[in-house]
């Protein structure tokens, strides 16, 4: 193993309290599914172990040809190194320090910046991380610790630190954060209100404004039908949940959409007023976990509106669920969050189809 390397790391309060535990999802998501590539450290740790037990361990990879490299095999559509009791056999056996690197770091996303100085937050794709940020009953809030990692070359390097100290980066990733959490506004208003404000920033930085006024409403139902059905297209997305919303979308239809009005009114009464802080939270989390406002290329303006489609999917998939009213609101929201957050980080297109779709305006 690489000798263990020092960060100062900012993060969410609820990062410290987060670990492992399969026996809450069964390893459903990281253990299922997609391939978990190795890197080089542990492929050779895993070559490095002699008799029977080295064996078995290197009967559980296989290489990838589209990858060229070597993962984990799957069985039955999920890594043959997870147990029944929803646990890692390898970590079981040898402590975390034998996984591989996404196997080690995941849920957590953890972004480098110059001086060893490193953010990390975790995806709501994990249940267990979805709990902790979503069921939190305190705001999010950011905190700075020393921590020791020898997985350092995982970190997604953040980006050019003249270009960060340009953009303001740091000072625009705090105020998102502070207008997010302004609950003297609507939970629309605070986004309204932030599009403003990273519109009039576009003026002072190197490209300019794109944008003029007012550049985003929310969206009727009908509107976020059709954006939907675009997006889920473009990713290839054939899974039996999304074919499930698919269904309900076309029942919504022939029975006739609501109209904005009514979907912003239902919202605010069944989820925005008394589970606020659960949406706050998420947006929060993923507004710090990607860099916003530098999350994609393009004007701060259009970090925001990029930021804001994806909450118009989920919105638009809680109306989905509330319109008979049967529907577990706590449930929902965070199964909802879990399959927009899944699609957004594990569909390789996924971003550029969102990116494209704005570009093209489909909504």
């Known amino acids: 193993m690489m000798n263990a390397a020092e960060y100062t790391c900012i993060e969410p309060a609820y990062v410290e309290k987060f670990f492992c535990d399969g026996s809450k999802c069964g390893g459903s998501i990281c253990c299922y599914g997609w ?13 490095s172990v002699k008799g029977t037990e080295g064996e078995r361990i290197r009967a559980g990879l296989v290489y990838l040809e589209e990858a060229d490299g070597y993962g984990l095999r799957h069985e039955d559509d999920h890594c043959v190194f997870l147990r029944d009791d929803g646990l890692c056999g390898l970590q079981k056996k040898y402590g975390a320090e034998m ?3 996404v ?10 910046f110059p001086n060893n100085i ?96 007012v550049i985003w409403e929310s969206w009727a139902p009908a509107q976020q039908a059709r954006f939907f059905r675009f ?21 919504w239809e022939q029975a006739g959409f609501m109209t904005a009005a009514e979907a912003q009114k239902l919202l605010a009464e069944k989820v925005w007023q008394p589970y606020g802080l659960m949406l706050e939270n998420y947006l ?31 919105q638009f998939l809680l109306v989905l669920a509330l319109r008979d009213g049967q529907a577990d609101i706590r449930r929902t929201i965070k199964e909802t969050a879990c399959w927009l957050a899944s699609r957004l980080n594990h569909y390789t297109e996924a971003r550029n189809v969102l990116m494209e779709l704005l570009r093209s305006n489909k909504g």
């Open 118 to 213: 490193v953010e990390r937050a975790l995806c709501v794709t994990c249940p267990v991380a979805a709990d902790l940020i979503l069921q939190n009953e305190e705001p999010v809030s950011l905190i700075q610790r020393q921590i020791k990692s020898t997985r350092g070359n995982y970190f997604q390097p953040a980006g050019n630190t003249e270009v960060l100290e340009q953009l303001r980066f740091f000072d625009w990733q705090a105020r998102g954060i502070e207008i997010l959490q302004s609950r003297n506004l609507s939970l629309p208003q605070r986004l309204h209100k932030l599009l403003m404000e990273l519109a009039a920033a576009d003026a002072s930085l190197p490209w300019g404004q794109d944008t003029d006024g």
């Open 231 to 251: 997006f889920v297209a473009g990713i290839e997305d054939n899974t039996e949940e999304t074919a499930a919303y698919l269904a309900g979308i076309a029942a």
């Open 99 to 101: 996984l591989t690197d």
């Open 35 to 47: 391939q978990q590539l190795l890197d080089d450290a542990a492929l050779a740790r895993y070559r």
């Open 103 to 112: 196997c080690a770091e995941y849920p957590r996303k953890t972004r480098l």
């Open 284 to 314: 929060v989390n993923e507004w710090f976990k990607e860099l916003y406002p530098c999350a994609v290329l393009g004007t701060f303006a259009y970090n925001g509106l990029y930021f804001v489609v994806q909450w118009e999917l989920w």
